[in-house]
Each structure stands twice: as C-alpha cells, then as structure tokens.
C-alpha cells in the first residue's frame, strides 16, 4: 500500500502542478503578481492517498515585491475559482478524486478568501 500510496500522491502533485502553470499562464504569462504555494494536507500531504482519497490542500500566496495586497489578492483568488474549475470538469473516465481548498494569505490571521 505504501507503493500505490505514494503513486497515487505523485500523480496528484503532478495534476495539480500541471493545472497551476496552466492557469497561470493563461491569465498572467510566466509571472503571477503573488508568490503562490499548493500545500498537501491531510494524507496527500502525507503522501498516503488511496484511490478513494480527495486532496486536501492549502493555497497560500504572498505578495510580490510592488504588488498591492488587492491586486495580489484578487489574483490569487482567481487561480484558486480557476484551478477548482478545471479540476472539476468531466473526464472520459470517472473523476479520481476531488479537492477541498482553503486560500490564506502568508502572513498569519490574515484571510483573502472565504
């Protein structure tokens, strides 16, 4: 089980990573106006998901160098509605699994998403 675990784990770091540059490119090119990370939680985070697991993660992004909070904000909440959106569209087989977010802002206590 640690074997298929850890696959199942990779595969789903590799899909979120893939979805990320995608969006990101789409809407900003190379560089997004926030530095923005896509923690695992949970037993993703673990790197123990199973084929009945969903992927717990934790969106955090930190304004870049010049960026207002708003703008910064605002793109990483766009990402995040984006990324959920993508990742929710119907596949030729049954979806594999689904994802629960949080978006949280760097600096502690400080929310930019509901």
């Known amino acids: 089980m640690d074997r298929v675990g850890g696959a199942v784990s990779d595969l789903t770091a590799a899909t979120l990573a893939g979805t990320l540059r995608a969006v990101v490119r789409e809407g900003w090119g190379d560089v997004l106006p926030t530095r923005f990370a896509v923690i695992g939680m949970g037993r993703f985070g673990g790197h123990e998901l199973g084929y009945g697991s969903d992927a717990d993660v934790l969106f955090v992004h930190e304004p870049r160098d010049g960026v207002g909070e708003r703008e910064a904000g605002d793109a990483a909440n766009r990402v995040v509605a984006e990324m959920r959106r993508l990742l ?19 600096s502690p206590g400080r929310w930019c998403g509901p």
Do not use: G, N
């Open 88 to 106: 929710a569209l119907p596949a030729p087989i049954r979806r594999c699994w689904s994802t629960r977010t949080c978006v949280r802002r760097a």
